[in-house]
């Protein structure tokens, strides 16, 4: 009895510990000497691995994710006799709610394991530690881009795939299932408000992508120096970043629909 | 040297295809800018009930859609709702007299909009002019019809 209260104990204060260092790991990433010059090629560097990289992923997603809602959208609606509110339907759901969050978790699948995997691989292989040796900060060096360049594409692939995911719904609803062109679009205009839905959507993707990048680099930067604790960092940062995701957007979205 | 080169080219690609993926939800999606907006003069009606009308709200002449409502507000003295209109084409002339308002519904779950019926066009030698101006007012309108009202006038019929 005691020992199970004690391991509750100890995972208590693990879980505290790492939370603290984690926001102390932040508040370095983000306090750190800015070097314009230095820091762009590595940043644009990044951007390509984290955002181009994880383009056709998320654009196929996306394609067949406005692919069903369309054929879902046009078998629900049809029974009220309202297929033409598909336009409506389709675009409010998709940049308000499906754009960002697919968006987020496909790139914490894709972009956040790696980003773990190649920084605890240079931990692993004390390549972190042999940077200190030569006086060059590894926080600015390798995580300081990478996290600038996660929260940067992180909005870009959002609005990527609502796009793609509003043609494909297009594609289905009106090339397949012939509703109307007309009334889709005008539908969808008359609808959806740019800062209520588009611009909401797009600063939900920024947090989600402040909080992918920070547990991808902190998982990688703090793991295990072995095979087995850079297993572990990796499923972690895809586990925790997912489930972080959509506990925020729910927070998000209080917050947005309370009137913000 | 060479390979960096055309990683900055496919970074830049993806930026503005990501730039141009916002233009389409801003324009295309969102009807954010209409680009037929800035011109157009703006009218006044004031209905007993505006029902589920909303700001953006088509406003219409023979099921053509002519502009939109930009304001709904409370008047203070008389407790009507005065709606703002903007008609975007400044060659849509309406005449001042017998020219009406309506909120009327699309469809049985569609939203509400203003349909305007134009009145006779009749030249009048006092004003000069007989046509609404820009602040103009709709005196003639005609309230939402809400279901409540219409079945409880329904009920009453019956049983008297």
């Known amino acids: 009895m005691i020992e199970r209260l004690q391991l509750f104990g100890h995972k208590s204060i693990n879980l505290c510990q790492n939370i603290g260092v984690s926001g102390l790991f932040l508040m370095r990433i983000v306090t750190c000497a800015p070097k314009p010059f230095k820091t762009l090629p590595l940043l644009i560097q990044q951007i390509y691995f984290v955002g181009v990289l994880s383009c056709p992923i998320i654009l196929v997603a996306a394609l067949f994710v406005g692919m069903v809602i369309g054929l879902q959208g046009h078998h629900t609606l049809e029974k009220f006799a309202a297929s033409a509110h598909l336009g409506q339907l389709l675009a409010l759901s998709i940049t308000r709610e499906l754009g960002p969050v697919i968006a987020a ?11 773990t995997a190649e920084i605890g691989l240079m931990r692993t292989t004390e390549q972190l530690d042999s940077m200190e040796m030569m006086a060059v900060d590894p926080i600015w060096r390798v995580i300081y881009p990478r996290f600038l360049a996660g929260i940067l594409t992180m909005p870009l692939l959002a609005i990527l795939f609502s796009t793609v995911a509003i043609y494909g719904g297009y594609f289905v609803g009106v090339q397949l299932l012939g509703i109307d062109g ?6 969808m205009q008359s609808s ?23 547990i991808a680099v902190y998982q990688g930067f703090y793991t295990q120096p072995t095979a087995v604790g850079l297993s572990q960092a990796t499923t972690r940062t895809v586990v925790f970043s997912s489930l972080a995701v959509l506990i925020l957007d729910f927070i998000l979205t209080i917050i947005m629909i309370g009137g913000w | 040297m060479h390979e960096r080169r055309w990683v900055e080219v496919i970074v830049g690609c993806f930026v503005l295809l990501a730039s141009a993926a916002l233009i389409f939800l801003a ?16 009218l006044f009606a004031d209905f007993a009930n505006v029902g589920g009308l909303k700001v953006r709200a088509p406003v219409t002449i023979a099921g053509v859609r002519v502009g939109e409502v930009t304001q709904i507000d409370l008047e203070q003295d008389n407790f009507n709702a005065r709606v703002t209109l903007l008609i975007h084409t400044d060659s849509t002339q309406l005449p001042v007299s017998e020219t009406s308002a309506r909120i ?14 134009p009145g006779f066009s009749e030249f009048d030698d006092q004003n000069g002019t007989s046509y609404l101006q820009e602040g103009g007012q709709i005196s003639l309108t005609q309230p939402a019809l809400v279901l409540e009202n219409i079945i409880g006038e329904l009920i009453f019929n019956i049983n008297s």
């Open chain 1, 105 to 115: 978790l496909l790139f914490a699948g894709r972009a956040g394991s790696a980003l």
């Open chain 1, 192 to 214: 959806v408000d740019f800062g209520n839905d588009i611009l909401n959507g797009i600063i939900k993707s920024i947090f989600f992508g402040v909080i992918i990048t920070w």
């Open chain 2, 27 to 42: 324009v295309k999606v969102s009807g954010l800018v209409n680009f037929n907006d800035s011109d157009g003069y703006y």
């Open chain 1, 182 to 187: 007309g009334a889709f679009w005008t539908n």
């Open chain 2, 104 to 117: 009327l519904t699309e469809g049985i779950l569609g939203s509400n909009y203003i349909s305007i019926v």
